[in-house]
Nanobody, 111 residues
Framework: QVHLVESGGGLVQPGGSLTLSCVISGSVDSPNGMAWYRRAPGKQREWVAVVTPSGQKAYNSAVDGRFTASRDNVTNTAYLQMSNLKPDDPAVYYC?????WGQGTQVTVSS
């Protein structure tokens, strides 16, 4: 059984920073891309970023330059460093590998 557990969400002021973590446990057959998505209230789920097993990264244009995705293949942990958070960023953030999703962590941006 594979489990993904996100943490690190919270309340931050506009312009602030947060770092999300996602620990992947269980039997994973082979290295996978680790991706982040988000869903804001009333909106569809949106892809945020992905890190391939080799460390290549890609970002949604809405976060490119402000967010940095990374991974630790030894501990099977994915990270999403978020800076200069904006009013459009609040959402539940999810990490995912193929076929598996975490439960999400809430990010709120408010002054």
């Amino acid at each position: 059984q594979v489990h993904l557990v996100e943490s690190g969400g919270g309340l931050v002021q506009p312009g602030g920073s947060l770092t999300l973590s996602c620990v992947i446990s269980g039997s994973v057959d082979s290295p996978n891309g680790m991706a982040w998505y988000r869903r804001a209230p009333g909106k569809q789920r949106e892809w945020v970023a992905v890190v391939t097993p080799s460390g290549q990264k890609a970002y949604n244009s809405a976060v490119d330059g402000r967010f940095t995705a990374s991974r630790d293949n030894v501990t099977n942990t994915a990270y999403l460093q978020m800076s200069n958070l904006k009013p459009d960023d609040p959402a539940v953030y999810y990490c995912t590998i193929p076929q598996f999703w975490g439960q999400g962590t809430q990010v709120t941006v408010s002054s």
